[in-house]
């Protein structure tokens, strides 16, 4: 019984530290962004008060998330030093309280957070970094012109079902060309029936024309015979606009991790380089699992023997998040260039701070 009163009350503890470390990191984020931002579309553009106000609400998801990590080492390192600067850790040691449980509350915290930032890293990120794309380039910037793109997808559903995919290397806005164009057909059974390759394709104000291509028939059991056909132009059969290939096409900050999964598959069929998408894609988890990465870290750092200040310990937390997103940003560059595999470049910075954090645990618990 008196341990779970113990539990609850560092829990209580490191979660209003976390709380405001939210708070904190989110003002300092915004202070130094969002609200330049939003004054350049207000002079600029003459943004409207409800066009603003919609900004500041979708740029917050994307802005938070990064605080997460920030403030669960801010808070286990200062919570856990208070108590230990209060000789509440020795009288729980007295009282044959383990070094391990005395720092499970903090770990939990810190698992239940990540477990937390990689659902809404997943549903809320991606949704909302869309809405403030669409808020400011209709809303702010008024009808912008069509620009070139790389890698065009687009996709043809029927009741949640693929029935065609059709893929572009680029999007060239100027000659209104789709270059390097690829058309799949799916099936009933989900696999690929029918396949049309083509140099480029054309819009003349009502369908897009390919040129130069071939079309292969896939046989789909052993008594079905496989056809191929040269053609000089085909009609490409998916009814967008240029407008619209423009406007399908998301950011990778826009992607959900299944989407991403998704274009990497895409994209490694047409032998295309993926490396940003799969940097991308891992960030997705190292970035919310660094909140349980940092409670490691955080908790011993507070519990070492010497007494520190508040300031003393939010000196460390800023070297230790410094530290942390060097190696972040070194790992992004390494994988997005190709150098090293993307997993094992943007997991660098957990796995390291993990080794740091189980020596500095080692230590605390002797």
């Given amino acids: ?77 200062l919570t856990y030093a208070r108590l230990s600067g209060n000789s509440e850790i020795t009288a729980m040691k007295s009282c044959g309280v383990s070094f391990f449980r005395i720092a499970a509350p903090a770990i939990v915290l810190g698992g239940m957070v990540s477990i937390f930032a990689i659902g809404f890293n997943e549903y809320v990120v991606p949704w909302a970094n869309t809405a403030y794309r669409n808020v400011l380039n209709y809303e702010i910037q ?49 696999k690929v029936s029918h396949v049309e390759n083509a140099e480029y394709a054309d819009w003349n104000g009502s369908v897009w024309t390919m040129h130069n291509g071939m079309i292969y028939d896939i046989a789909s059991d052993e008594k079905s015979s496989e056809h191929t056909v040269r053609f000089k132009t085909q009609t490409l059969p998916i009814e967008v606009t240029p407008k619209q290939v423009v406007s399908e096409q998301k950011e990778l900050e826009e992607l959900t991790m299944r989407e991403l999964s998704e274009q990497i598959d895409i994209m490694r069929t047409q032998y295309v380089d993926t490396s940003k998408l799969e940097t991308e894609f891992h960030q997705r988890v190292t970035i919310p699992m660094a909140s349980l990465v940092f409670a490691l ?6 519990l070492q023997p010497n007494r520190r200040t508040s300031a003393k310990g939010f000196a460390i937390s800023v070297v230790i998040i410094f530290s942390y997103y060097a190696l972040m940003t070194i790992g992004n560059a390494l994988a997005r260039s190709g150098s090293w595999p993307p997993m094992l470049a943007v997991w660098m910075p957990n796995v390291v701070s993990i080794i740091f954090g189980a020596l500095l645990i080692r230590k605390a618990s002797r």
């Fill in 142 to 190: 008024g009808a912008v012109a069509t620009k070139s793109q790389e890698h065009i997808i687009l996709k043809q559903m029927d009741n949640g079902v693929m029935q065609r995919l059709a893929y572009a290397r680029r999007y060239d806005a100027e000659t209104q060309q789709l270059q390097g164009v690829s058309l799949q057909e799916f099936g009933a059974d989900g």
């Fill in 297 to 302: 870290v955080g908790v011993p750092l507070g």
């Fill in 1 to 77: 019984m008196h341990l779970r009163i113990l539990d609850k009350y560092i829990f209580r503890e490191v979660t209003l530290a976390y709380l405001f470390g939210i708070c904190a990191f989110t003002a300092v984020f915004i202070g130094t962004g969002t609200l330049f931002r939003i004054a350049e579309y207000i002079t600029d553009y003459g943004a409207s008060f409800a066009s603003v106000v919609k900004i500041f609400i979708f740029s917050m998801p994307a802005v938070v998330i990064w605080t997460f990590p920030m403030s669960m080492l801010v808070s286990s390192l």
